[in-house]
């Protein structure tokens, strides 16, 4: 359903973020919005991402209007890496824009390894419908004081094989917390989903 997508630039707490927002073609009324997080800044994350590219398709096969960001200090976005509390105000004003360009949508938040921290964190406070979690950086960041809305269809994405985010330590906090995510593992697949890209569609796309 994604006829095509347009970059444009939006106006954030620190400057300007650019964004790639899915064109829907003419007379179809989108199910939802969906905004996607990419991973960590630092290590050549961007939304050129491939996971996050494969995500946005999915979304946009189902009838989402989709919008994918760079975080600040990324690619055309302006500002500095401000270590996932900027880049929560990042994806704020991003939801803001686009519930003002589309309306009153069912919002999903959807992101992968970094952007799944900020998705998490911001997931009560925007109001989401729906959250799909990549590879969460459970080791790499502080979950523990992340507030999720009670009722939420929540999807979490994870890879045995993960050399970045230990799958066992996915699973052991996954134990702790209330709600509880649907599960979809993969045993092969590492971090990044080498080969594992239309096996990662076909799930998001199980997911909507």
């Known amino acids: ?11 954030g707490v620190v400057g300007d973020i650019e964004c790639r927002v899915g064109q829907l073609k003419p007379g179809l009324a989108p199910r939802g919005l969906v905004v996607v997080c990419h991973p960590h800044p630092l290590y050549d994350g961007s939304m050129n991402n491939k996971v996050v590219t494969t995500i946005e398709k999915a979304f946009s ?3 989402w209007q989709t919008l994918a960001f760079n975080f600040r200090g990324v690619g055309q976005s302006e500002g500095f890496y401000d270590h996932g509390v900027g880049e929560q105000l990042d994806l704020s004003a991003v939801v803001n ?11 999903a ?11 998490l964190q911001q997931a009560k406070e925007l109001g989401a419908h729906k959250l799909l979690t990549v590879a969460p950086p459970v080791n790499l960041y502080d979950f523990s004081d992340i507030d999720l809305p009670v009722r939420m269809d929540w999807s979490l994405i994870q890879g045995g094989q993960d050399e970045v985010v230990p799958a ?13 995510p649907d599960v979809y593992w993969r045993e092969p697949a590492g ?6 890209l239309l096996w990662l569609r076909k799930v998001v796309s199980l997911t909507l």
């Open 109 to 119: 938040l959807a992101g992968f390894s970094f952007g799944s921290y900020i998705c």
């Open 191 to 196: 971090h990044y989903f080498h080969g594992e």
């Open 168 to 180: 066992y330590k996915v699973a052991n906090w996954m134990r702790g917390i209330k709600p509880r």
């Open 97 to 107: 824009w686009a519930q003002g360009q589309y309306g009153d949508l069912p919002l």
């Open 1 to 11: 359903m994604l006829q095509k997508t347009q970059v444009c630039m939006i106006k």
């Open 61 to 63: 096969h189902a009838g």
